[in-house]
């Protein structure tokens, strides 16, 4: 017999409601299965059934017979209930079929149990847990996963557009379909000050990255190395500090203040969401959080939840402990819960943890692993789960017992939960926490920020064509093919076309001087903030600092004398082109079994280019750009980048990589500046410089 193609494994990822054994593929493929395989309802008439798709058929894949490992702990999760891995029982489910997936000996295998598991787990537990496997198992890591958007459309947009892009489906041929436009303005009116936002919150790529970040990152797995990522943590607490930054300078370019954090918990939550969206899984509404939902305790049998908000009270408060005491507490390695309660105190003295201190280079990952929290927490017992559960929380505000058999809001999902305004109050308390440990740390000093001999004598931005120190952007409309997600239709494309903010593309040139005799490698950090606060106000730069927002990290070589760099905007280093957010996997392939290949999953990971820079305001919105240089020698992690996915490393790491900066993320704006430099302006040294720069909003859509 010959070796399963891995290839086949990603159809097993389209159409996820519909059974296994209907066609799938631009290339009309079947899975030629066992009769035992089917379902009950099948089974009976497999022939009938098998030979559905009969005449089409260009390729068949003959799945071998195996004796099945035990899936009754999937399989007791329903297939119509909605999958959340904020859910500890879901985590434990989604846990333990990723380690079916994994263990199995070869492709062969894992074809055979994932067409078995297929039609008798949850499809959204499906995708995530063989998504997981296919991204960490070393004989499938080369394949790259699908848009979570292309299989899932329903997660994304507006339930009343999948009405007519059903009718079209069932009704025009492939070849005449026209694309389906999503409104711009349909979960709110602009009676609500939020929706300003609209274009931030419920933008596809930005979802999109959340969803795929992590994926890259989950918080729990079986096997920790799934887990245990070069400084995890630490980009935990990054990746959402920069949103919270993006999203207030969002806020700036539409005359809203700052987000308030959501810091008492006990206070209603003054922002209402009505999704509008339907989940074909469920074939239930995503729930709505009415204007002053209050959270309650949690106590849902049916999710084996039985929370207090008092516990996320004690959580937060033994954090703080920690963050002042300037340490935490592991758990202890030698003693167990038993003996514990046998030899009561005396021992117990001797059995308690380790400190483990919260210093300048470890604490923050130790802090961001811990507040999630994930598996590498140093004591889950402790510190709680809190970030996980705030979502837990006000996920299920609207039924905290679960009396009107709803399920959880779309903050029980990482694929949805950043289009509510309360993640971004919730987010931003996260934050507040992290802030507490970084302004307890020693400001660096005028030789951790200074590159002796090397000084920037001048930087402009200028968009092609256009005026200096001015960003200019508008509206974009773009098509997205959901074809993969819409089930029980007639194949061939299904085009959505939406709305999405867009910048003018920009050019960096930075004049830099060597004074020395020697080449110097430099590695060039770019950010931008607002200057003035809502007020209007020059902004203090232990403020402004939270709102510096990373556009760009870049080495360069310096040769003596004056140098002058270009670079592009859209070579940034953290963010992804646009068609790799929305990827087409037919095309733009690279070729199989190349180290590039390999690179390109992780690819889907990066903020979305067209989100680069905020959306700014029709007069403009004044910025400081500041650029610094320090020394790549100090800086530098010795490593090999194969390929070409390290371009969005600053928010997303390196595929089985270090995180290739050794200063800390967000340096040199992580910590409180140092005395006197109580302004950007003051905070400067030779290597670093700062331009005003203008972003001008036009209300045109292309």
């Known amino acids: 017999a010959k070796m399963a193609d891995k290839k086949n494994l990603l159809l097993l990822l389209e159409h996820p409601t519909e059974p296994v054994f209907m066609d799938k593929g631009k290339k009309v493929t079947v899975f030629d299965m066992p009769d035992s395989y089917l379902t009950d309802r099948y089974r009976p008439i497999s022939n009938e059934v098998q030979s559905r798709v009969g005449e089409k058929v260009e390729q068949r894949v003959p799945v071998r017979e195996i004796s099945i490992p ?3 702990i999937p399989m007791s999760l329903r297939r119509d209930e909605p999958f959340s891995l904020f859910l500890p029982k879901h985590r434990r489910i989604a846990g333990r079929l990723i380690d079916i997936f994994m263990n199995m000996r070869s492709v062969d295998d894992l074809q055979s149990v994932a067409v078995y598991a297929r039609d008798r787990v ?31 459309p ?55 990255h959340h969803w795929h970040w992590h994926l890259v990152y989950p918080f729990e797995a079986t096997d920790r190395s799934i887990v245990n990522k070069d400084r995890r943590g630490e980009l935990f607490y990054y990746m959402h500090q920069q949103v919270i930054a993006r999203y207030n300078a969002e806020r700036f370019s539409n005359n809203l203040a700052r987000v308030q954090p959501f810091n008492n918990l006990r206070e209603p939550i003054a922002e209402g969401y009505f999704p509008k969206m339907d989940s074909l899984v469920a074939s239930r509404a995503w729930p709505p959080r009415f204007e002053g939902t209050k959270l309650s305790d949690l106590n849902r049998d049916i999710d084996q939840l039985n929370v207090e908000v008092g516990d996320l009270e004690r959580w937060r408060d033994r954090i703080y402990e920690a963050i002042h005491q300037g340490f935490v507490m592991d758990v202890s390695s030698r003693g167990h819960c038993f003996l514990r309660r046998m030899f009561i105190s005396v021992l117990y003295l001797q059995e308690r943890g380790n400190r483990v201190a919260l210093d300048e280079t470890k604490g923050i990952d130790t802090l961001g692993n811990m507040i999630e929290s994930s598996i590498l927490s140093p004591n889950r017992v402790l510190y709680g789960d809190l970030h996980n559960n705030g979502h837990t929380f006000i996920s299920y505000a609207h039924d905290p017992t679960g009396k009107h058999l709803e399920s959880f809001g779309v903050m029980g999902d990482v694929s949805t939960a950043m289009r509510d305004p309360v993640f971004y109050k919730w987010h931003s308390y996260i934050d507040r926490i992290f802030q507490e440990h970084k302004s307890r740390l020693p400001a660096y000093t005028d030789a951790q920020l200074n590159y002796s001999g090397i000084s920037i004598t001048g930087i402009q931005v200028a968009a092609n064509g256009g005026q200096a120190n001015t960003l200019n952007t508008f509206w974009q409309q773009s098509d997205v093919d959901l074809s993969r997600g819409f089930d029980f239709l007639p194949r061939g494309n299904v085009f959505a076309r939406f709305t999405h903010l867009q910048h003018t593309p920009f050019t960096y040139t930075i004049a830099i001087n060597n004074d020395g005799g020697a080449q110097r490698f ?24 939270l709102m510096m927002i990373e556009l760009d990290k870049f080495v360069v070589a310096l040769n003596p004398g004056p140098n002058t760099i270009r670079r592009r905007s859209t070579e940034s280093s953290v963010t992804i082109p646009f068609e790799r957010t929305f990827r087409n996997l037919d095309q733009n392939r690279p070729a199989e079994g190349s180290p590039e290949e390999l690179e390109f999953n992780f690819c889907g990971c990066g903020w979305p280019n067209h989100m680069l820079i905020p959306k700014g305001l029709p007069e403009g919105l004044r910025c400081d750009l500041f650029i610094m240089v320090s020394n790549y020698e100090n800086d530098r992690i010795d490593q090999q980048l194969v390929g070409r996915c390290s371009d969005a490393a600053s928010y997303c790491g390196v595929r089985d990589r270090l995180y290739p900066d050794r200063q800390a993320m967000g340096y040199p704006f992580d910590r409180l500046p140092r005395t006197g ?7 400067l040294t030779p290597n670093m410089s700062i331009v005003d720069v203008t972003i001008r909003h036009e209300d045109r859509t292309v």
């Open 70 to 72: 035990d899936l009754r």
């Open 122 to 152: 949850n499809p959204v537990l499906f995708n995530y847990a063989l998504s997981v496997a296919l991204l960490h198992r070393p004989d499938t890591q080369g394949l790259d996963l699908p848009s979570f958007s292309e299989t899932f």
């Open 154 to 208: 329903d997660r994304f947009i507006d339930s009343q557009v999948m009405r007519q892009l059903r009718e079209e489906s069932f009704v025009v041929q492939s070849g005449s379909r026209m694309p389906i436009t999503i409104p711009r303005d349909y979960t709110a009116s602009n009676l609500d000050q939020e929706h300003r936002l609209w274009y931030f919150r419920e933008d596809l790529g930005i979802n999109l």
């Open 522 to 545: 430099g590695y060039v950090r770019i950010f931008i903030a607002p200057k003035n606060d809502e007020r209007g106000q020059p902004m203090l730069l232990r403020e402004q600092r």
């Open 677 to 683: 430099a109580d302004r950007l302006v003051n905070f």
